[in-house]
């Protein structure tokens, strides 16, 4: 997945200075596509969204980036979307409407996670098309069950279905992982099986069997989050569902394939809709509080430091800062002061 795909970019873009003229052999073990992995694999539902505008995604260093290797600048989402050659494009979509998708991104739109599926795998092959002399990557299309340190030092990586890879180093950048049930979910579990009723366990929400939900089946959903927005589309627009105009109101015509969901979470309320918006100031720099400086001030009083007490404050107060400088500076009109003034006394 990316996660793999910015280290062995960074590990590229650092070898000639790190490990000049020494050859280097990288494995990367996994049985989903490269560059997407399982979380970004090509074959997603197109009604899953990301949670973040094209403008804001990118896999490149710039000069925004604090690391102590080489940059290496690209093009985010967006601009990807303008400027990717059209066969190139067409060979990583395989699907029309896909392609046609990404061509039509704005910068602020909230593209589904087939578009970035498809960025992924195009960063993983720049990264590939970039090797320097002596360094060479092997993939192995499969499943990694073990992992075991031998005399030599050295670790081993045991495959499913071939042999197993020897390395001197193993990094696991396994992103989400699957879970054994907690005793609560395995309690639900048993209960439903006592009772003739269907628990679907927690998990990735794309992977889940969710036809077991029949249409207009009482539902219980525990979670507000993003697995339930996930939820709720595969099992209302996915199930032929769609969004009307009503007098210039949106409405939800049912297909009447819907399960009806029950929802509660600790918080109670689902996340906030995202907006597309442009900030109207430029970005305040920041930290302000919780810099160097904060983070000392924080650790130098003895005794145990609580979070909620001591951090969370200065968190708030960072937080605060950035909403202000935007409100002042990108909407004058709508305050009474100046910036500067209003800083001074913040």
């Known amino acids: 997945g990316p996660t793999t795909s910015s280290l062995l970019e960074r590990l590229v873009a650092s070898v000639p200075e790190l490990l000049p003229g020494r050859r280097v052999r990288i494995h990367l073990v996994?049985?989903?596509v490269a560059g997407a992995g399982r979380v970004w694999r090509p074959d997603l539902h197109p009604l899953l969204w990301m949670n973040s505008m094209a403008e804001d995604v990118t896999m490149f260093t710039d000069e925004t980036v604090r690391c102590d290797g080489p940059l290496w600048p690209?093009?985010?989402l967006f601009e990807w979307s303008r400027?990717?050659?059209?066969?190139t494009l067409a060979a990583l979509a395989?699907?029309?409407a896909l392609v046609h998708e990404i061509r039509h991104l704005t910068g602020t739109t909230f593209p589904t996670r087939r578009v970035q599926?498809?960025?992924l795998r195009w960063f993983h092959q720049q990264v590939l098309d970039a090797l320097p002399d002596g360094v060479?990557?092997?993939a192995h299309p499969q499943r990694a069950v073990d992992l075991v340190d031998l005399p030599d030092g050295r670790q081993r990586v045991v495959l499913e279905a071939a042999d197993p890879v020897d390395a001197h180093l193993a990094v696991l950048a396994l992103g989400h992982l699957d879970a054994e049930p907690d005793p609560t979910s395995a309690a639900h579990g048993r209960f439903a099986a006592e009772h003739g009723l269907v628990h679907v366990a927690a998990g990735h929400?794309?992977?889940l069997d969710l036809s077991v939900l029949e249409p207009g089946a009482d539902v219980i959903v525990l979670g507000f989050g993003q697995a339930f927005t996930d939820l709720m589309v595969l099992v209302s627009e996915g199930r032929g569902g769609r969004f009307v105009d009503r007098d210039g109101r949106l409405a939800y015509e049912p297909s009447g394939l819907e399960p009806v969901l029950h929802v509660g979470s600790r918080r109670g309320v689902p996340y906030r809709s995202k907006l597309e918006q442009h900030l109207a100031a430029p970005l305040v720099p920041l930290p302000r509080f919780l810099d160097d400086a904060g983070i000392e001030a924080l650790l130098a009083p003895p005794g145990q430091l609580e979070f909620r007490r001591d951090v969370l404050p200065v968190l708030t107060k960072e937080v605060a800062w950035a909403y202000y400088h935007e409100l002042f500076?990108?909407?004058p009109a709508a305050v009474g002061t100046t910036w500067d003034d209003f800083a001074e006394r913040f």
């Open 30 to 32: 996994d049985p989903h």
């Open 74 to 76: 690209g093009p985010t």
């Open 329 to 331: 500076v990108g909407h």
């Open 83 to 87: 400027s990717v050659p059209d066969a």
């Open 94 to 96: 395989g699907d029309d």
């Open 117 to 119: 599926s498809v960025y």
């Open 136 to 138: 060479e990557v092997v």
């Open 205 to 207: 929400t794309a992977d």
